[in-house]
């Protein structure tokens, strides 16, 4: 199995990896960098409806919650995945909006 975090660390094909940037997407990456879902024969299955379930908890979160980050950030633990260390506790509240289309 391919190192994925090694890949996705390659300051050749991603600069300055560590660096949270989530707008380093808006230029898609080279094809076979960036592989979350692996590839192959043992490529994620679930990969179609993991995007699904994000999309939908992201779209809920933004357009009926509030959120703030309680505490201090203490960085990332690279594990096979990459996660905030000692988790990332956060305080969430409905907010009523106002939506008029
Ligand atoms: C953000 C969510 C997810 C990520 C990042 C992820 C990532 C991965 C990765 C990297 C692999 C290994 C691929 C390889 O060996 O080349 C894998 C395998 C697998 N994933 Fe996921 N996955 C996610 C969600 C899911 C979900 C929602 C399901 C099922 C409902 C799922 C089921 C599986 C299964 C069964 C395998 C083993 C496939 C095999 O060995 O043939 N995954 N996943």
């Not at 600069?15 to 590839?39: L, M, Y």
């Not at 980050?69 to 969430?92: D, T």
């Amino acid at each position: 199995m391919p190192l994925f975090r090694n890949i996705h660390h390659n300051p050749e094909f991603f600069p300055d990896p560590k660096h949270f940037d989530p707008s380093r997407f808006e230029v898609a990456p080279k094809s076979n960098t960036f592989i979350p879902f692996g590839n192959g024969v043992h490529a994620c299955p679930g990969n179609e409806l993991a995007k699904l379930e994000m999309l939908i908890v992201v779209h809920h979160l933004v357009t009926k919650f509030r959120c703030e980050v309680v505490g201090q950030q203490r960085g990332i633990e690279y594990g096979r995945f990459p996660v905030p260390q000692q988790g990332l506790p956060a305080k969430f509240w409905k907010e009523v909006f106002n939506h008029q289309i």
